[in-house]
């Protein structure tokens, strides 16, 4: 089986990501790379030659016939350039999210939805809660299945929605990992009226999922 082929974007994380690796241990494997980055291991070894004949990554002998890899000057500045342009997306992605979360809250506010409950304890949940400061809505908790009760931010934090101790108008999405799944779930419980997204997760309602009654 080939190597899966990335977009550019996953393409510099996995560099950044590799080059962050050698930088702190060159003497780590592979395989331990591939899990560190959550790739496949072929990928981690295809990057790895490539950055090497590019330059950025030169090869040498460690104890017991293992390679140790280290960051050639050209390797230093790539991962400054790659961590910039991290940090300047990053930034970029929050400021998005805050446009779109106060924009939600401001169309569930005039859809008479003012408690909501967040699903998905994330970055964009964090950054949720802090546009909520400045509104009328009210977040009653975040829902998580992976997360034990607990507060984050401020707010409580449940498994299920079933566990959520206070009443709620509305859901709003903000995990991360598994958006698409959380959202058709909230739709089919709590039907598409109550249940909004941030425009830069591209998430609508499948025709198939009715409001529910």
């Known amino acids: 089986m080939g190597i899966q082929p990335t977009d550019n974007r996953d393409s510099d994380r996995i560099v950044l ?3 962050t690796s050698v930088e702190s241990d060159g003497s780590r494997s592979q395989r331990r790379m591939a899990a ?14 490539r950055s090497i004949r590019k330059g950025l990554v030169k090869v040498g002998q460690a104890p017991a016939r293992r390679y140790a890899y280290y960051l ?3 390797g230093f500045s790539e991962k400054s350039r790659l961590t910039m342009e991290y940090l300047s997306s990053s930034f970029s992605l929050f400021r998005k999210a805050k446009d ?9 506010h005039a859809l008479g939805l003012r408690r909501l409950v967040l699903a998905g304890k994330s970055d964009l949940c964090e950054i ?15 829902v ?39 959202f ?4 089919a419980r709590f039907g598409s009226d109550k249940v909004f997204a941030p425009e830069l ?3 609508r309602p499948s025709p198939e999922q009715d409001v529910a009654p």
Do not use: H, M
Request: aromatic share 6%.
């Open 184 to 187: 058709e779930e909230a739709v």
């Open 100 to 108: 779109d979360y106060g924009r939600l809250f401001t169309r569930a």
């Open 17 to 19: 990501g590799l080059l």
């Open 36 to 49: 560190e980055l959550g790739v496949a291991l072929g990928l981690v070894n295809a990057y790895l030659k």
């Open 72 to 74: 050639t000057p050209q």
């Open 128 to 142: 949720a809660i802090l546009c909520a400061v400045d509104s009328p809505i009210t977040i009653v908790a975040v």
């Open 144 to 182: 998580d299945p992976d997360e034990t009760a607990g507060r984050f931010i401020g707010v409580d934090v449940v498994p299920g929605y079933s566990d959520v101790a206070e009443s709620f108008d509305g859901v709003v999405v903000t995990d991360l990992q598994r958006a698409k799944n959380v």
């Open 201 to 203: 997760l591209g998430l």
